[in-house]
């Protein structure tokens, strides 16, 4: 699959891995525990995610016009690195309940403030290494690879978090139960109209709790899930040092791609490598850049509800148990010898496998079945698991589909009909409606929140996991119609001067998207739940008529 691109890509690509590993550790439980410390209600929370998320992506903007004019990109990514650190170390500092917000919101910036130097300007590196005419046709399917490596991370994230929160949990003599955070808030400030079912609640995790030692159970649980949340946080200080250690050893991988426009002008051996656009074709090109930018900006809104809405959903509405067949989804060490047996298979099968690599397929088949047989058959006949670990779905499906989406763009390449990219992005659009008319499908009938009082529903209005998991399933093919190949179409149709603006500029249409889903969240609290995700449907198919209808513009930029 690495055939035939530069050797930076994988260089870029173990980068980014660890650091989207603990950002995503982060935002797995990221709503849960502002909910769970500080007693939000779903819209104040949506709106506390969606602004944090909007300024972690609308910084690359002043990254990367930094980039551009001062730092160059290799130094910018590195800065990014050390920042985002520092900011996930404060955020990994425990706090009471009600307490430490301020402190939480200082690493928040700090932690946006490193990625605006780190984000865009590492992507920016990337589309630069495909400047090379050797590597220039490959550029959808390297930004598809590299897109696999941000989805590795992400894929392990929700597990790491839910491990540890787990842990630290067990350490007090404690299990997660997703209904005490609000029963908790509500009785402490004296708004729960009755304590019975609360107290039944409490004895299971404490039989000793009475009815005046509630509210001081009510504290400490808060506290031990709190604390729980924030050492997950300090799993991302880890990553990133990771990252680090990748980025600055195998610096000569990249080295020849790290150069802005204006280094090259400097430069006398690389002064004939300037590219000087004429201003209509500058023209030109920012205008069929701000298009895309405008369209996705409803993908984004739809698809980062993943840590917003699509969690609230996984916690309130969805069952919190399975039998031993379906925990299979939710145990990623289960899971995954699944998945790697299947490419076993494949390359035991596959008619020019040769006498090696036919063997270690046989290995590989027999051996991770047997890990997942033996993973089987230490279940429980019922088994609980976190409501975050529904996030683990969407870069699960990346890394299994990558190498299917990358063989399939390649066999029509070779064929002289894969789609361009602005094309791939409206079909994305088409089947992000889809997704979300299948949570609509499921909601029909359900008590809305409101009605709930914004508590977890009874076990008898909780529907199956499946409707979560098709729906990250579909996204996750929309995903990678969209999101590499919107990176890869800017790095190819951006203006050489305004390379790294015009990639912040792309994450700055996903902060407004992420910002919008402060709107989505305050709606969870009035609408039907089929009302909701049905907003997201027509905003989705309305972005793919527009797109389509200025598909001739945008291929005209691609292609000159």
Not at 218 to 241: D, E, Q
Not at 296 to 318: E, P
Not at 447 to 454: D, I
Request: proline letters at 4%; hydrophobic letters at 50%.
């Amino acid at each position: 699959m690495l055939k035939n691109h530069p050797g930076g890509l994988i260089v870029a690509f173990f980068t980014n891995m660890g650091e989207r590993f603990g950002y995503y550790t982060m935002i797995a439980i990221f709503s849960l525990f502002i909910q769970a410390k500080y007693g939000m209600n779903s819209g104040e929370t949506g709106g506390f995610y969606s602004v944090f998320v909007m300024c972690v992506y609308f910084c690359p903007v002043f990254g990367g016009i930094l980039a551009d004019k001062f730092l160059g990109y290799g130094r910018s990514i590195s800065l990014g690195l050390v920042v985002m650190f520092l900011g996930y170390l404060m955020l990994a500092i425990p706090t009471k309940m009600d307490s430490g917000l301020t402190l939480v919101i200082a690493a928040l910036l700090v932690i946006a403030f490193g990625t605006g130097f780190f984000k865009g300007n590492l992507q920016t590196l990337v589309g630069n290494m495909y400047d090379d005419p050797r590597y220039s046709s490959f550029r959808d399917s390297g930004f598809n690879i590299f897109y696999m490596g941000i989805n590795i991370g992400a894929m392990f994230a929700p597990t790491a978090a839910s491990l540890v929160t787990n842990w630290i949990l067990k350490s007090y003599h404690y299990t997660y139960d997703a209904r005490i955070p609000a029963l908790a808030h509500d009785f402490i400030k004296g708004k729960l109209a009755s304590a019975s079912e609360y107290l039944s609640i409490a004895q299971a995790q404490d039989p000793n709790v009475s009815l005046e030692s509630l509210k001081q159970f009510s504290s400490n649980y808060v506290n031990a899930l709190s604390k729980s949340y924030h050492f997950a946080f300090g799993v991302a200080c880890i990553s990133l040092i990771i990252s680090m250690v990748v980025f600055w050893i195998f610096k000569k991988y990249y080295k020849h791609a790290d150069m802005t426009e204006k280094q090259k002008a400097k430069s006398e051996a690389h002064k004939a490598q300037v590219v000087e656009l004429t201003p209509q074709q500058v023209k030109e090109r920012l205008i069929a850049l701000g298009l895309v930018f405008l369209v996705v900006i409803f993908f984004w809104m739809s698809f980062q509800q993943n840590g917003a809405t699509m969690t609230y959903f996984a916690r309130d509405y969805t069952v919190s148990h399975v039998d031993k067949v379906n925990y299979l989804w939710f145990d990623l060490f289960g899971l995954l010898p699944i998945f790697l047996s299947i490419v076993g298979l494949y390359f035991l099968l596959r008619k020019d496998s040769k006498g090696l690599v036919r063997m270690l397929g046989a290995v590989g088949f027999v051996g991770f079945a047997l890990i997942a047989v033996f993973k089987y058959l230490g279940y429980k006949d019922v088994n609980p698991f976190n409501p975050e670990m529904f996030q683990h779905f969407n870069p699960f499906f990346i890394v299994a589909l990558t190498p299917l989406v990358v063989a399939l763009f390649g066999y029509l390449n070779k064929k002289g009909k894969e789609p361009s990219a602005p094309r791939k992005i409206g079909i994305g659009m088409l089947i992000t409606a889809i997704s979300f008319a299948i949570l609509a499908f499921a909601s029909k009938g359900l008590a809305s929140p409101k009605e709930l009082g914004e508590k977890v529903a009874p076990a008898a209005m909780q529907v199956s996991t499946y409707w979560l998991i098709s729906t990250y399933f579909l996204q996750t093919i929309a995903e990678l119609f969209l999101s590499p190949m919107g990176i890869s179409f800017v790095s190819r149709v951006a203006p050489p001067k305004y390379k790294g603006l015009m990639m912040g500029l792309w994450f700055a249409s996903t902060a407004i998207g992420v910002l919008l889903i402060g709107v989505i969240a305050n709606l969870w609290r009035t609408l039907p739940l089929w009302q909701l995700w049905s907003i997201m449907v027509v905003c989705c198919v309305f972005s793919a008529i527009f797109i389509f209808s200025i598909m001739k513009r945008l291929e005209k930029a691609t292609q000159g």
